[in-house]
């Protein structure tokens, strides 16, 4: 059964501490690794596509990593903008229609 | 906002009225998806859409219509409306280039009561 698995359900940080964010996935051949970020009353907004085991992405604070089993959200000296809901999915290669999506990590950035 | 526009934002009805939300894009689109969110569930697919007429169902398609008579309009009915329908809706489109991610709408707050 193809399933996302995200932890830690909620992160409190300082601004400036850094931390990662986890996802693990379980699905019959990967198409894609989607991360996702949402803020309260808001749809998802796109930040990274990751394809392969050993690709990394940037954008600005952010950096996304995958390996076979599991993909990294790090965040490099966090700011209070920062704070939202960041939501993990992945594409299995059978069927492109299909995402399957991780309950996310909300994240809290305080000044 | 990749030109998707939800209406309504917000609908409060009563258990057995049928309701329609409404998912409509700008940019021609092939592929439109309706899925729910819920605390804990994360985003489900209701039903997908690959082009004018052609729809499949997602795991979560039981109780839920959609039509699509034109490309830019993506209808997600709920026939009789049940109290475990009360969600956040929300719309989204995936591109056909050779990166396939999802864009998604502002969503819909539907509340059964």
């Known amino acids: 059964e193809d399933q996302v698995t995200q932890s830690p359900e909620a992160l409190r940080l300082q601004e400036g501490e850094s931390s990662s964010l986890n996802c693990s996935y379980t699905?019959?051949?990967?198409?894609?690794l989607f991360w996702y970020r949402q803020d309260p009353g808001k749809g998802p907004e796109f930040l990274f596509t990751?394809?392969?085991a050993g690709e990394e992405k940037e954008k600005e604070r952010l950096k996304a990593t995958l390996t076979k089993k599991e993909s990294f959200l790090h965040i490099t000296a966090p700011k209070p903008e920062d704070s939202a809901t960041y939501l993990c999915?992945?594409?299995?290669?059978?069927?492109?229609?299909?995402?399957?999506f991780g309950s996310g990590t909300k994240l809290n950035v305080k000044p | 906002d990749a030109g998707i526009t939800q209406s309504p934002r917000h609908k409060v009805t009563e258990t057995g009225t049928p309701v329609t939300l409404r998912c409509h894009q700008t940019?021609?689109?092939?592929?439109m998806y309706w899925y729910r969110q819920d605390p804990g569930h994360g985003l489900r697919l209701i039903h997908y859409?690959?082009?004018?007429?052609?729809?499949d169902k997602g795991e979560v398609s039981d109780g839920y219509s959609v039509s699509r008579s034109k490309t830019e309009d993506f209808l997600l009915t709920l026939e009789s409306a049940t109290s475990s329908q009360t969600s956040v809706y929300f719309c989204?489109?995936?591109?056909?280039?050779?990166?396939?991610?999802?864009?998604f709408g502002q969503g819909t707050r539907l509340t059964v009561v």
């Open positions: 989204a489109i995936r591109t056909e280039t050779a990166n396939t991610e999802a864009f």
């Open positions: 699905v019959s051949g990967l198409r894609g």
């Open positions: 990751l394809y392969s």
């Open positions: 999915a992945v594409q299995p290669v059978y069927n492109f229609n299909k995402f399957y």
């Open positions: 940019e021609n689109h092939r592929y």
């Open positions: 859409s690959y082009g004018v007429k052609d729809t």
